[in-house]
């Protein structure tokens, strides 16, 4: 009961963006979040993303790695070497370079040679060294991630979702966003904030929309250990009728859920990856089993964003522990 109890507070903050009352909000300005992705740091989603949350008043550290870490789910990489051996994304920064720094221009924007999950932690514990001072995070939001994380298969393969599960078991509010948008461009060639239907401008809007529901407060923004999943369709150029997604809020298993699977070809004696589902994928134990699935909404519904609510806390549930304790119940005489 205290987790659904949980759930059911989390999931008021999707459908508070839609029919918000009039409330005391905490100016943005008091409100720090720590910004990172999979994709690397000179992705141009997340750097869409930080421009809208710095217009918007935030204040936003990045740290985000040096290079493509998708798929790295929450492993915990650090860099071997003081200086990088291999080129970062795009040639940004090229070999040789430090293995982590910061733009010359903004010295809140730093990339870091590790996965999403420790660049999480450099943000949390170095940064503070680094600029002589404290630093609260409110929220640490990572993504959006270039293509959907969707379903309990991606959740522990994802390094976006890992970035977030590492700062929620940290304590720190966390959400983690994806897109829909599988473009792996250069921000220097694609940035344009200013385009109303450029794919990485919408979701860093819609983004910084949600971020201002969820620190609308002075309190904390989620409670302890939870974090949220946050899944966008095709928007702009990819679906030019879909310019501001709904929010929806969902669950992450149901149906249509799927996870990572593999298809061999015999011919040409290879592999591909490719993705299933399974009845175990779509099964409801915890939460609001009355939600539908993040693959459903993203997949087969309109215009719309998922919105599911995720623990920390692994563990079953008391019905299904007890299940497992009686089938193997003999070992502990």
């Not at 008391?318 to 193997?328: G, M």
Request: aromatic share 14%.
């Amino acid at each position: 009961m205290q987790f659904f109890t949980t759930a059911i507070a989390l999931l008021s903050v999707a459908a508070s963006l839609v029919n918000a009352a009039p409330n005391p909000r905490a100016p943005a300005a008091c409100k720090t979040i720590l910004l990172t992705n999979d994709d690397g740091w000179a992705a141009t989603n997340v750097r869409a993303t930080y421009y809208k949350l710095k217009e918007a008043g935030y204040k936003v550290y990045m740290v985000a790695p040096v290079s493509q870490r998708s798929g790295f789910g929450g492993k915990f990489d650090i860099p071997t070497s003081p200086t990088l051996e291999t080129d970062g994304g795009f040639n940004y920064p090229p070999a040789g370079a430090a293995s982590w720094g910061y733009e010359e221009a903004d010295d809140h924007m730093w990339y870091f040679n590790g996965t999403p999950a420790s660049c999480v932690a450099f943000g949390l514990t170095y940064l503070p060294q680094f600029f002589n001072k404290s630093i609260k995070y409110d929220l640490v939001v990572s993504g959006p991630n270039e293509g959907t994380n969707l379903s309990p298969g991606m959740f522990t393969l994802s390094g976006t979702i890992g970035a977030a599960y590492n700062a929620a078991y940290r304590g720190i509010p966390s959400v983690a966003f994806s897109g829909s948008n599988e473009n792996g461009t250069f921000f220097q060639s694609d940035l344009d904030l200013d385009d109303p239907m450029s794919p990485p401008t919408i979701y860093a809007t819609k983004i910084t929309e949600f971020v201002d529901e969820l620190l609308n407060g002075y309190g904390r923004a989620l409670p302890l250990g939870t974090g949220i999943n946050v899944n966008f369709p095709n928007v702009g150029y990819l679906d030019e009728s879909c310019t501001d997604p709904k929010w929806v809020n969902t669950r992450l298993t149901g149906d249509y859920a799927s996870g990572g699977d593999l298809s061999y070809d015999k011919e040409s004696n290879s592999f591909a990856w490719t993705q299933s589902s399974w009845d175990a994928l779509e099964i409801c134990e915890s939460g609001d089993c009355k939600l539908p699935s993040e693959n459903y909404i993203v997949e087969h519904t309109k215009c719309a964003a998922s919105v599911s609510v995720f623990s920390i806390d692994y563990d079953a549930d008391y019905y299904l522990s007890k299940k497992v304790q009686q089938a193997i119940g003999d070992l502990f005489k």
